[in-house]
DNA sequence: GCGCACAATATTGTATACAATAAACTTCTT
DNA sequence: AAGAAGTTTATTGTATACAATATTGTGCGC
């Protein structure tokens, strides 16, 4: 299990501190899906009882990426294939909207909070640190939210990146796993431009071609490889 | 407090089963928001160590139909007026869709089974038990998005009708705090006749008749007749 | 060598104990 | 009488202990 290591001051560990640390090692791809999170092993690394572990791990899973099987244990969620589709189709419904609200509302610091963004993810590509620019890539989107001034769908779309990554860990096959980054200059642009009708526009668009590289997956070459092989050897 | 009494046999009490219990105590408004729900009280009512309550109350939180304030306790929610409106656009939002959705889905169990939710609500009515007429009115919606067969936004949904209810307990005027019949009688036929474009209009006329029953608030008649009366007042 | 039964161990679920904080109550000062 | 300060009590936060369940390991029979 490879997480952030917790600060040597373990004084202000809060159960919100712990799921938000093991949230973004989910984001960036350092705990994978499925992975088992104990709460023995977490309460040693974190330095609490396991009641706090215990509290952070149900929190996690009203997020939906932990999965706590009773009498078994925690997990890293695992969504399934049909999950995935309705994440994204639920983003193409929350997100284009969103980015039309949000171009009505962005002030000039706004915009360059998002430009920001890009930087940020293009210094940790360069980096090598692939999992910050996926957890950027996704912040960037949530920025959208935040800009768009609707706590509660912001809120609904956090859950829905969130779920985002596990799924890119899952079913992804692009060479990157990163939205493309003209994508969101567009949005950028036609955000700073208080363009509502283009931002909902290329918002829609984007997420189309997302949700598109999941497509392709309901009929993966491997499981047909495998279907063969299972079917031509009998020592299967 | 007012709640649910326990069945006697009090081995099968999971921390889901108090949670639900508390959830349906808060939608049929027999726990008003602002209500505090104190841990040993819960537990000594449901005979159950803190612990479990404690976890119960979380979930509730997650759900947003409870607030836990530090060092404080746990109260039910009380939803700003910000929140109230964002509330009913995200339902403007996304059922709309699911209404489209369910209508193309549905088969005729399903309609049978709509019905006799309405019937069940005017048993309710003509029971004298509004409380429970207005919990099978949000369910009403909970069961076209389950048709809908769409789990990441149905989910979605029945967090929306279960803040609905505590903002209906706030912040509503009108004389009945359902959802007119009519309204849920049109979308039943729509949906009968698998009529995707006449489900999502009368779902979003519906929801936005809804929202306005909350906009009366926004310059309320009351709030007038006190500014008035303090104006002229000198005992305020 | 494989499969099954049993024992040992590990882990999760829950209760209880202790610590920390807030709320309520009492006493003192002005 | 009102407000402030101090004390007591209640409640929440967290750790620890115990119970329940699952997993792993070992021994035995075929």
Not at 176 to 199: F, K, R, V
Not at 207 to 225: F, G, I, M, R, T
Request: proline share 3%; charged share 20%; net charge negative.
């Amino acid at each position: 299990m490879t997480l952030n290591t917790p600060k040597a001051d373990t004084t202000n560990v809060t159960t919100e501190s712990i799921a938000n640390a093991l949230s973004q090692a989910i984001h960036e791809h350092r705990l994978a899906p499925g992975t088992k999170l104990g709460e023995d092993e977490l309460s040693d690394i974190y330095r609490v009882s396991r009641t706090m572990v215990r509290a952070a791990l149900q929190s996690l899973s009203h997020q939906q990426i932990v999965e706590i099987k009773r009498n078994r244990g925690a997990f890293v969620a695992q969504p399934s294939l049909t999950e995935a589709h309705e994440v994204f189709e639920a983003r193409e419904l929350l997100e284009p909207r969103t980015a039309r609200s949000a171009a009505l509302h962005a002030t000039p610091d706004d915009i360059v909070l998002l430009n920001d963004h890009i930087t940020q993810e293009h210094a940790a590509l360069a980096a090598g640190d692939r999992g910050r620019a996926l957890y950027l890539s996704g912040q960037f989107h949530l920025e959208i939210a935040r800009i768009a001034k609707q706590q509660t769908i912001a809120d609904m779309i956090n859950v829905l990146i969130a779920r985002s990554s596990l799924i890119i860990a899952l079913y992804w096959r692009r060479e990157s796993a990163l939205c493309e980054s003209q994508a969101h200059h567009a949005l950028i642009n036609a955000i700073a431009d208080n363009n509502g009708t283009l931002a909902e526009e290329l918002m829609q668009s984007h997420l189309v071609d997302l949700h598109s590289a999941l497509n392709l997956h309901e009929l993966p070459p491997v499981k047909q490889n495998l279907k063969a092989m299972l079917s031509g050897d009998p020592t299967a």
